[in-house]
C-alpha cells in the first residue's frame, strides 16, 4: 500500500482494519479450528450468496488461474479453490494479512500493490477484486493493470461498495465510493465491458454467520483494550451507519477483458 499523501490517522486506521485484526483472526481461527476459517476471513468482503454469484458470472472451472487483487485474508480465494478447484494467486498489500492467508490456507500470496501487479501480461484466466477498490483513490490504474495481467476476454469479478448519491455521513477513513456512474466510467476506460450487475442483498447462512461471529468474539475477547482494535471497530461503525442511512450500496459486476482498441458497448447503466 503507498501512504503517499495520507494522513496518519488514516493510514492507522487502515492497517488495523486490514492488518491487525487478519493476524488475530489467524490466531483465532487455530484456536476453534479449521471450519471458521473460510467464513472468518470472508468476514467484511463476501458472503457465500455473493461469492457464488461471481464465481458463476466469471464461469470458474477448475485449473483456472484466479487472481485475487486485495485479497485480505485469503477467504475468499479459499472458497473458489475449494468449491470450484481454481488455482489462485493472491495480491495483497499488508504483511500481516499475506502471512493471515499463508497461516489458514497454505495459498500462494504475492505482497503488492494492486497499481504495480508483479505478473506477466495475460498470465491470470480471471481476477476477482472484492470489496478493495473503493479503498484506493487511483482506482484507474489499479484497472488498467487488472487488465493488463488478464488474458484477452478474461473475467473480472468485482464487489463494489458504490455511492448512491452525495455522502452527508463521513466515509471509513481511506475510503472513496465511487457512484455507480464513475465505477463504469472506469471500467470501460480501463478496458472492461460490463457483461452482468446486480445489488448484493443476500444474507450468510445462521451457520456460516454464526463461525464468523465465534472468531469475532475471540478477537474481541483477546484485543478489545488494543487501540488498533477500536480504531477497526470504529471503521465498522462508519459503515453501519452508511448503510442504515442508504448513502451506500453493494454491487457484484462481472466484467469482460477486450484487447487494446476493441470497440465496447455501450456502458451498462445500473438496473
Given at each position: ?7 496518519v ?21 487455530e ?15 463476501a ?36 468449491r ?36 506477466r ?17 487511483d ?31 463521513p ?10 456512474r ?7 476506460g480501463?478496458g472492461?465491458e ?5 445489488e ?22 483477546r484485543?478489545?483494550?488494543d ?22 450500496t ?7 477483458s ?8 455501450p456502458?451498462?447503466?445500473?438496473r
Amino acid at each position: 500500500m503507498d501512504w503517499t499523501g495520507v494522513s496518519v490517522v488514516t493510514a492507522s486506521a487502515m492497517v488495523a482494519e486490514f492488518d491487525d485484526v487478519a493476524g488475530w483472526t489467524a490466531d483465532a481461527v487455530e484456536q476453534l479450528g479449521e471450519r471458521h476459517a473460510i467464513p472468518a476471513a470472508c468476514r467484511g468482503s463476501a458472503s457465500p450468496a455473493a461469492l457464488a454469484w461471481l464465481a458463476e458470472a466469471c464461469d470458474l472451472s477448475p485449473g483456472v488461474r484466479l487472481l485475487d487483487v486485495g485479497a485480505g485474508a485469503g477467504g475468499p480465494a479459499a472458497w473458489a479453490a475449494e468449491r470450484f478447484g481454481v488455482r489462485p494467486i493472491l495480491l495483497e498489500p499488508m504483511p500481516t494479512a499475506c502471512r493471515a492467508a499463508t497461516r489458514l490456507f497454505g495459498l500462494p500470496v504475492i505482497a503488492g500493490d494492486g497499481r504495480r501487479i508483479p505478473l506477466r501480461t495475460g498470465s491470470a484466466d480471471a481476477a476477482w477484486c472484492l470489496g478493495m477498490l473503493c479503498t484506493v483513490q487511483d482506482k484507474a490504474t489499479v484497472l488498467s493493470e487488472i487488465h493488463r495481467v488478464l488474458r484477452p476476454g478474461a473475467s473480472l469479478g468485482l464487489l463494489v461498495v458504490v455511492a448512491r448519491g452525495p455522502q452527508l455521513l463521513p466515509a471509513p477513513d481511506g475510503n472513496h465510493f465511487p457512484t455507480q456512474r464513475e465505477l463504469l466510467a472506469l471500467l470501460a476506460g480501463a478496458g472492461f465491458e460490463v457483461v452482468e450487475q446486480t445489488e448484493q442483498t443476500s444474507q450468510a447462512p445462521l451457520s456460516w454467520s454464526r463461525r464468523a461471529e465465534q472468531v469475532a468474539a475471540v478477537v474481541a475477547t483477546r484485543h478489545r483494550a488494543d487501540p488498533a482494535y477500536a480504531l477497526a471497530a470504529h471503521q465498522g461503525e462508519r459503515f453501519t451507519r452508511l448503510f442504515a442511512a442508504d448513502q451506500i450500496t453493494v454491487r457484484l459486476v462481472h466484467a469482460v477483458s477486450r484487447p487494446a482498441g476493441h470497440p465496447l458497448n455501450p456502458r451498462m447503466e445500473e438496473r
